[in-house]
DNA sequence: TTACTTTACGCGAAGCGTAACAATT
DNA sequence: AATTGTTACGCTTCGCGTAAAGTAA
């Protein structure tokens, strides 16, 4: 039983289809269909069920499906691991980052692994905290770039780059403090907050509970961060974001930003490895170089809102 | 690249020649040879230090052979599964257990398991506690049988069948207690026993720091219990066994056996199967009918020591 | 010399694509 | 009618074994 027909099951079964399995495959159905039925034919047992429409798997089918998915995952590992091998360096690097670390230095990011790595492909994702945590275990992504929400760092195996302030940010038609505000005087605020199980929302309800108040959430906005701050430019309510969020449209006067104190407002931007899987070739000079860039962009002023101090 | 190019190196870096893993393949050497040079040449390195004794890895070569090794693994899982699903059942049953389980009731397993799956490959293997932990956390036995030291249960995953008395063992020139010793008078004896690191002597160590005592060790010795036993045979001095393992010299009349008191001195039997590792299919059927063998075995008087009582 | 690996060569089989067919919606 | 899965057929290609050559101990 040869482990490419694990291969082609996987993929019929992750499509549903033997024809979109084949473009996929870049082969003829016709193709598919022989191997599939050889596969069934060694099982002893159909594994799907057939429909003009598509295929569908049994239960054995599904069963199979299990062993099949880590097969294929194994052997994409091995064969990344041979084609580093061959390019004497890391032959695919993949980073990803939560949206609003992505804007800040994603662009320096991926120029420092082209130039660092010109013969590797580079792949950068965006993705959210759970995304991210997730895409690490799974092994999709190899260093992950993201906040943990207050000063619960240590429970990945990830590294501290910097911590970052938080900002209250205010619509510009509305007259905001001059100075830092403190987290109890933020926490007064009509706010504009994604739902829960958001990272950001996390950290303000924990700040309503510490200091025994309740959130004045008067917008819940999910998705892109960019929605939430058309919400508050019209005028709905104010809204908590790092400064590197709201840089462009503060520069403007669209918004007004005001830095929050105190060491609870502060977020960690840490640089997440996968533990449990085996480091990719290299990987050590990756995280080192992503580090730099972080740290370089740092001192150039070029991440809104922090500083070597803050850091 | 093909996956069964990482079975042929995985047998030539195990082997570490190719004449060696072509017969293991049951192909040509030349065969294996042009898969492992088309290998290095996809790799873009040499895997392997050629000498005229054979074939050494290079440093790239142990990379690979780590993933490699998963790949085998996962490929080795999943024709398993649909060998499984082809027979209707389980197609390959791999129970393992310490020298003494085996003794006692490995007949009548192998027996209960040729007849309840007549057309499963029956493998029975016989271990150390330490390496069938191990073999069940690398998935090469289906289930273990083992001797957990005290009442340290629950570690792993595996259910208490039932509870074994231990025995003083004497020489048979040697006068014996008529009647159960403590565990007390049990350390006063000069013993036999295996070096740290095996669990009965670890059992031991700990019954002598409880009473404060210290062990009166006057020869280790390792390897198979038969060993001891001769030992003890030969009056060098006693040591403490299950009676399971004795009952042959004790019928004979060479050597003697007497029931240690107390809980302390009962160690527990338990079924243990993987629990990190998706379950075979069938385990549980497996398990039941390994659990009503040692039932049945304890119930007809064939297991010594072991009543209803003491299980 | 001996044991082992590698290359050359010819053959056979396995797998692919094209194209026609069948079945479900 | 349209979409999708299956079967038939001819062909190419890939990989195996035999046999000879090369190479280190």
Redesign the interface.
Known sequence: ????A?EYFHAVARTGSISRASVELGMEPSTVTRHIAR?EQ????KLFHRSGRGMLLTD?GA??L???G??VD??Q???R??AD????GPSQIVVAAQPTIVKVCFAAMAHALRSRYPRARVRVIEGSAHELVSWLHQGKVDAALLYVPHLAQGHAGGEVLLREPLHCIFPAVQPAPPGPVTVPAALELPLILPSTSHGLRALAESWAQRHGKSLDVVLECDGSTSMTRRMVQAGLGCTILPLASVEEEVGRGLLQAVRIEGPEALRSVVLATAQNR?PV?GLLDITHLLRDTVFQLVDAGRWPGVDRRTA
Chains 1, 2 share one sequence.
């Open positions: 039983m040869d482990a490419s694990f596969l060694d099982a002893g047992v054995a069963l199979l299990q062993e099949a880590k097969v194994t052997l590992h091995a064969r691991v041979a091998l061959a390019a004497g085996p070739t």
